[in-house]
């Protein structure tokens, strides 16, 4: 079974969307964290949610990468 990180509080969530857009680097912790946030805790705002997906179109498109 796959363990997912703990759930953590919207205000937890702006840290890592701003580091991994300043650095273009996103770990994959950091991926399941914020995937676990958007498909289960239901305290994300409409902000909240735009700027996961601002991190997750940089994925798609080149602009971040996925570090180990």
């Given amino acids: 079974m796959v363990s997912s990180p703990p759930q953590k509080p919207a205000s937890d969530i702006q840290p890592l969307v701003t ?4 650095q273009g680097i ?3 912790r950091d ?6 946030a958007m498909l ?3 305290a994300l ?24």
């Avoid at 580091?19 to 300043?22: G, P, Q, V």
């Avoid at 909240?48 to 602009?63: A, E, K, S």
């Fill in 31 to 36: 991926h399941l964290t914020l995937s676990t």
């Fill in 19 to 22: 580091a991994a857009l300043e």
């Fill in 40 to 42: 289960s805790n239901p």
């Fill in 45 to 68: 705002t409409a902000r909240d949610r735009q700027h996961i997906n601002q991190v997750f179109d940089g994925l798609r498109t080149g602009r971040l990468r996925l570090a180990d």
């Fill in 26 to 28: 996103l770990s994959r």
